[in-house]
């Protein structure tokens, strides 16, 4: 072999070792770049996911307050003698909610919907039964759900046939105030 042929050999071996380093680095610098998307996706999916999770289970727990505050109002074409199901729940709970609520949603148009629900114009007054399916409306959308119509008609179940627990407003009022007789006779002054 000759001086010039021991070059090329040398040079032929250097560029096929420079080729297959090249390719090798290429491979796994492609192969990092691949995972750290994908890992960097998956946390953000992840993220997302329990945002939503966080988020539904603001929003039903708004339902079952608006639920508990509409099972005691009295309904103007609702005949107050019909038995019906009463919830209950408290300030308390209905505030933690909007705390809730304030912190997982991205809209305004859920916390509003549901202060109207709780609060009607601020004084109690103006809560209607429609005001309901706004706010199931603006849970939907702040849920990224399909909007679907709902009949202002049909828009809050006040009883179940054969519940047990089913009462009139009258019997209802008497029995609360049983329990705040019974809780004003056990404190001592």
């Not at 040398?10 to 998307?37: C, P």
């Not at 009295?74 to 300030?91: A, H, V, Y």
């Not at 308390?92 to 202060?115: D, G, P, Q």
Request: proline content about 3%; hydrophobic content about 40%; charged content about 30%.
């Amino acid at each position: 072999m000759t001086v010039g042929e021991t070059i090329l050999a040398i040079l032929l071996s250097n560029a096929v070792f420079v080729g297959i380093a090249g390719w090798l680095i290429r491979l796994v610098l492609e192969t990092r770049i691949k995972e750290a998307v994908k890992n960097e996706y998956d946390k953000s999916f992840h993220n997302y996911q329990e945002h939503w999770k966080i988020k539904r289970d603001a929003c039903l727990a708004a339902m079952e307050v608006v639920d508990a505050s509409f099972s005691h109002a009295t309904w103007e074409n609702l005949d107050p003698k019909i038995p019906r199901g009463f919830q209950t729940t408290s300030t308390t709970k209905a505030r933690e909610v909007w705390n809730r609520l304030a912190v997982a949603c991205n809209s305004e148009k859920v916390l509003i919907a549901y202060f109207k629900c709780i609060c009607g114009d601020g004084d109690g007054k103006n809560r209607t039964a429609p005001l309901i399916n706004e706010l199931r409306l603006a849970i939907r959308e702040e849920l990224g759900l399909k909007q679907i119509p709902l009949s202002n008609a049909h828009c809050f179940i006040t009883s179940v046939e054969n519940d047990p627990e089913l009462m009139t407003l009258a019997e209802r009022d008497e029995e609360e105030t049983k329990k705040r007789r019974a809780r004003f006779a056990n404190k001592k002054p």
